[in-house]
């Protein structure tokens, strides 16, 4: 059975700071089968949540802030106004420079997996480009995988994977059952360049979506 498709809604984020509830009646619309939210414009993680299950919108997953700190209590509650056990957040690239910078924000997310399943849910990555660069030889994702506890979870942006080098069928089998989730984008795989439609770059999507 084919895995049903969610749209991360910070692809339509220029029209979702418009009109939020507009663009995820039309996604609705559309046939996805669920949203992927990154941020409520112009709403509240609460009314998102109304209005997801009013559509009958699947929320696999969230983009939130690490649930650690100042940012626990925020990101737990709007996880749960929203009905989704999955909150992705990530770092950026000057945080994965070196091997101890790498071992820290590890430490941080082991944290924020902790603090997730105190309420029954999973804390996941969602990777950019500089997770799949080397520092002292090792791909950083490597390095990661060695010092995150195994309830950290990949949502494998496959376009980004490309970007910074390793082949993104390769990774996501690899990763197996630590990806459950796939963020699908197609494009030139340049750290500038611009992303295209799916099928109109040059990730092989065939490829990502047989290896997940």
Same mark, same amino acid.
């Given at each position: 059975m084919p895995a049903p498709v969610a749209l991360q809604l910070y692809t339509l984020r220029e029209a979702a700071n418009d009109d939020f509830e507009g663009v995820v009646r039309r996604v609705a619309e559309m046939g996805y089968a669920?949203?992927?939210? =990154? $941020?409520?414009? %112009?709403?509240?993680?609460?009314?998102?949540?109304?209005?997801?299950?009013? &559509?009958?919108l699947d929320v696999p997953s969230a983009h939130l802030g690490i649930p650690v700190g100042e940012h626990k209590q925020y990101s737990?509650?709007?996880?749960?106004?929203?009905?989704?056990?999955?909150?992705?957040s990530g770092v950026g690239p000057s945080d994965l420079d070196t091997m101890d910078k790498i071992k820290s924000v590890c430490d941080r997310f082991n944290e924020a997996?902790?603090? =997730? $399943?105190?309420? %029954?849910?999973?804390?996941?990555?969602?990777?950019h480009w500089w997770e799949? &660069?080397?520092?002292d030889g090792g791909y950083v994702?490597?390095?990661?995988?060695?010092?995150?506890?195994?309830?950290?979870?990949f949502e494998v942006d496959v376009y980004?994977?490309?970007?910074?080098?390793?082949?993104?069928?390769?990774?996501?089998?690899?990763?197996g059952a630590r990806a459950p989730?796939?963020?699908?984008?197609?494009?030139?795989?340049?750290?500038?360049g611009d992303m295209?439609?799916?099928?109109?770059?040059?990730?092989?999507?065939s490829a990502v979506v047989e290896a997940g």
């Open positions: 669920g949203v992927e939210p =990154a $941020g409520f414009p %112009g709403s509240s993680p609460e009314e998102a949540g109304r209005l997801f299950r009013s &559509l009958d737990i509650e709007a996880a749960q106004a929203i009905g989704t056990a999955r909150i992705v997996s902790a603090s =997730a $399943g105190e309420y %029954g849910m999973t804390f996941g990555i969602h990777n799949f &660069l080397k520092v994702y490597e390095t990661m995988l060695d010092n995150l506890v195994p309830e950290v979870f980004w994977v490309q970007t910074g080098g390793p082949d993104p069928a390769a990774v996501v089998r690899q990763l989730i796939l963020h699908i984008k197609d494009g030139p795989c340049t750290r500038e295209t439609a799916v099928g109109e770059g040059i990730v092989d999507i």
